[in-house]
């Protein structure tokens, strides 16, 4: 590509020198043999990146493989929409979180209150011993292969396709991981916290908040315990829903 950048660049000081029709088309010719080499170079670059990501892939290096991918896709950017307040428009991105914080809690931090009168009514169910014991490696590996491929991811980053693409290498660390979340019955924060994305309705004005909805990316990791500990229950019998170190949470 550098020799055809410089003769580019040194077609036009040659016309200032001597102009004639021949340095003239020579303009031209330099022009056009910069563009032709721009284009393969780009589709050589093209075809090496797809040829190292479809290497990665192959090989099972899910980390060289979404490493291609991101830099296929190039960096994303991200837009918050101009709101109004009081019919001022807020273009400060800080005051505009604020405005979001102010809108959701009224439809995420309502809390649900049970009475007593309406739980003592309803029957008391045994207790299910089996229900204690912590997912094997195998359960954990059946979560993964069900989780949903094409997902938003949530803050860190990580897509479900990854886990499920490098669930050799990452099985027994993701056990050995929620294993003592299991035991402890304790659930780290990161894994039951959500990430709220505003999508606009494709209707009304933009810059009014009521017509954009939210929606909650959850973590890959706190999928997969939740999805375990889904499976383990609707596994029980009908008679039996309760395990014994849950049962103290409720």
């Known amino acids: 590509m550098q020799p055809a950048s410089e003769a580019k660049r040194q077609a036009p000081l040659t016309y200032k020198q001597n102009p004639c029709i021949s340095t ?6 330099a022009r056009s043999k910069a563009q032709q080499t721009a284009r393969h170079c780009a589709n050589d670059n093209w075809l090496n990146l797809c040829s190292r990501i479809q290497t990665a892939a192959e090989s099972g290096n899910a980390r060289g ?29 800080g005051k505009q979180l604020e405005r979001w914080v102010e809108h959701y809690p009224e439809m995420y931090a309502t809390q649900n209150m049970v009475t007593d009168a309406v739980l003592d009514p309803l029957p008391s169910l045994p207790v299910m011993e089996e229900l204690d014991a912590p997912p094997s490696a195998v359960e954990l590996g059946k979560a993964i292969d069900c989780l949903s491929c094409e997902r938003a991811p949530w803050k860190d980053g990580i897509p479900s396709e990854l886990l499920k693409s490098g669930k050799p290498a990452l099985l027994q660390h993701l056990h050995k991981l929620l294993s003592p979340c299991w035991e402890k019955v304790h659930v780290p924060r990161d894994m039951q916290d ?6 606009y309705k494709n209707k009304g004005d933009r810059s009014d908040y009521n017509n954009y909805r939210g929606i909650s990316l959850l973590g890959i990791v706190g999928k997969i315990f939740a999805r375990v500990s889904c499976h383990a229950y609707r596994a029980s019998p009908p ?12």
Request: net charge positive; charged share 15%.
């Open 194 to 199: 959500a990430n709220i994305v505003t999508l």
């Open 24 to 29: 003239h088309d020579a303009i031209r010719a």
């Open 65 to 93: 493989m979404y490493t291609g991918i991101k830099t296929a896709t190039g960096p994303t950017s991200i837009k918050t929409a101009l709101l109004k307040s009081k019919a001022l428009e807020i273009t400060d991105q």
């Open 239 to 250: 008679s039996h829903s309760v395990a014994p170190g849950w049962a103290d949470l409720q």
